[in-house]
């Protein structure tokens, strides 16, 4: 089955960066799609990044310019650069997998689509 999991969250500064991974393991030969998304305590969960199985990018306007996703397919790992880091972006990240059909950017904003997902990792940024 797939299995998802993250790695690399922390506690930074503001204004500093910190890459988070996410390691997948049991794809088949079906096309993903794999985002980013967080979710702060009381807040509802919104999507930060995706790539889909073609390469794509996509971005929450929020993180557009600041945070890069990437992939390396032949160690089946995803990344998300954070760079200039805000408070704001605060909160659990997650990633997430699901066999894709739409565009990525339609997971960003319906990320219940996603059918697979990891335990997430902390990422805090302090003032």
């Known amino acids: 089955e797939v299995q998802l999991v993250e790695s690399g969250g922390g506690l930074v500064q503001a204004g500093g960066s910190l890459r988070v991974d996410c390691a997948a393991s049991?794809?088949?030969?079906?096309?993903?799609?794999i985002g980013w998304f967080r979710q702060a305590p009381g807040k509802e969960r919104e999507g930060v990044s995706c790539?889909?199985?073609?390469?794509?990018?996509y971005y929450a306007d929020s993180v557009k310019g600041r945070f890069t996703i990437s992939s390396d397919n032949a160690k089946n790992t995803v990344y998300l650069q954070m760079n200039s880091l805000k408070p704001e972006d605060t909160a659990v990240y997650y990633c997430?997998?699901?066999?894709?059909?739409?565009?990525?950017?339609?997971?960003?904003?319906?990320?219940?689509?996603?059918?697979?997902w990891g335990k997430g990792t902390l990422v805090t940024i302090s003032s």
């Open positions: 997430a997998a699901v066999r894709q059909y739409y565009s990525g950017d339609y997971y960003l904003n319906y990320y219940w689509a996603m059918k697979y």
């Open positions: 790539i889909s199985s073609d390469g794509t990018t």
């Open positions: 049991g794809f088949t030969g079906d096309a993903y799609a």
